[in-house]
């Protein structure tokens, strides 16, 4: 019978047609589950819950205490990407459950994004694109856009200086961008200026690209007070997670031209997106798509495969959350 023979992993979410199939090569997979995860590991019967030894999932998922409890036998939950903000780390770690996550796997592919996205707002591609298909260009070569600043001597904050937000850094260093960064630490190994608040980046910065860890302590972070400190010439991207910018806050400020415009890949509550947002001009969106590129989907598995085959090979994990939990 399936499952008495090979170990079963339990897919709380969906991931990619082929690596499901590899996983269904030496595994016995049951999902994924469709969310809410608890309510649906809820619904499993006894029988399957008590043979799940190890859970994939993604880190924005809620992996609750309640979740957990539910799954006698669990021991390994493996997070596609490098989030884990929505396992509960306390409780996983009270029954000795491995957490892992995929850090840097798609960092590459994030920064990328993020930079896109910087352009975007920064250059107004949306408004350029409605633009010349009004036909408002069609056939008057002489009317065109009002001019905007570019990027070039522009001054770039990064909040969070890991490792997607020094692949962001890298790149705009390539359009001639100034550079300052607030952290929890100052980093010695960077040339960047550092900011002790993020206030004090805000009020320096022209563009702010929210690159930071999720956690308790970055939710809301970029509030009404840093919005107005960056002002109305400046950007907001968020590649980061959509809580730690206050939506409602940033809604008011892009309506009200307390900032210039935003380009965001994340949103708070996904898939929902604030009829508030869908409903300005002024901001870029975008439906969490920082990741979806072959080459990080492909490093993010890899990295899930090597975590799954050294637990159940009784080694350590590969990539185990960081035992703060805050990355």
């Known amino acids: 019978m399936p499952g008495m023979s090979r170990p079963t992993v339990l897919l709380g979410a969906r991931v990619a047609a082929a690596f499901m199939e590899r996983l269904a090569e030496r595994y016995d997979v049951l999902g994924p589950l469709a969310p809410p995860f608890p309510q649906a590991v809820a619904a499993m019967s006894a029988a399957e819950a008590a043979r799940v030894r190890a859970l994939v999932t993604m880190g924005a998922m809620d992996t609750s205490r309640t979740a957990l409890d539910a799954l006698p036998a669990l021991g390994l939950v493996a997070c596609v990407g490098s989030g884990f903000e929505g396992v509960d780390l306390a409780a996983a770690r009270a029954r000795g459950i491995a957490v892992t996550h995929s850090p840097g796997a798609n960092a590459s592919a994030v920064a990328d994004l993020a930079v896109g996205l910087m352009i975007a707002t920064v250059r107004h591609f949306p408004e ?143 898939p929902q997106v604030p009829e508030g947002l869908l409903s300005l001009d002024n901001v870029v969106l975008l439906p969490h798509m920082g990741g979806g590129t072959h080459e990080a989907q492909v490093a993010m598995q890899d990295m899930v495969w090597a975590n799954l085959d050294a637990f159940f090979a009784g080694r350590p994990v590969a990539t185990p959350v960081p035992a703060t939990g805050s990355g």
């Open 128 to 270: 350029g694109n409605a633009f010349l298909r009004s036909g408002a260009w069609s056939g008057n070569y002489a009317r065109r856009m009002a001019p905007v600043r570019g990027l070039t001597g522009r001054r770039l904050g990064i909040l969070g200086l890991g490792t997607i937000g020094e692949k962001i850094a890298r790149r705009a260093a390539a359009f001639e961008m100034e550079i300052g960064y607030h952290n929890r630490h100052r980093r010695d190994d960077v040339p960047h200026a550092y900011f002790a608040t993020l206030h004090a980046l805000a009020l320096w910065a022209d563009v702010l690209v929210v690159a930071a860890r999720a956690n308790a302590a970055t939710r809301h972070l970029v509030n009404a007070d840093v919005l107005a400190a960056l002002g109305p010439d400046g950007h907001v991207v968020n590649i980061a997670r959509g809580f730690v910018i206050d939506e409602t806050a940033l809604v008011t400020a892009l309506r009200g031209g307390v900032i210039a415009g935003a380009g965001l890949d994340v949103y708070e509550h996904e």
